[in-house]
């Protein structure tokens, strides 16, 4: 009985955990994505940096849902979204 108690307390945390993990990949993709779209001629270094670790990070629709512009998608990935 002891065991399955904490199985289920472990299988709680594994879920807390897994929450806390895509809420930090999320807030460090829109870090990324507001990188990316820096108009700063100071950001020319950061938005490379920053359109290669997207392109390595994430996909098109990600972007898509996490709100990126459709000219930033097109650039990084040379996709166009059909309209």
Do not use: Y
Not at 7 to 34: P, W, Y
Not at 56 to 81: C, D, M, P, V, Y
């Amino acid at each position: 009985m002891l065991i399955a108690s904490a199985a289920r307390a472990t299988s709680g945390a594994h879920c807390t955990l897994r929450a806390v993990l895509d809420e930090a990949r999320k807030k460090t993709l829109l870090t990324l994505i507001s990188l990316a779209e820096g108009h700063s001629p100071n950001d020319c270094w950061d938005d490379k940096r920053a359109e290669d670790l997207l392109r390595s990070q994430s996909n098109a629709e990600e972007l898509r849902e996490l709100g990126a512009n459709e000219k930033t998608i097109e650039h990084i990935f040379g996709e166009k979204r059909d309209r």
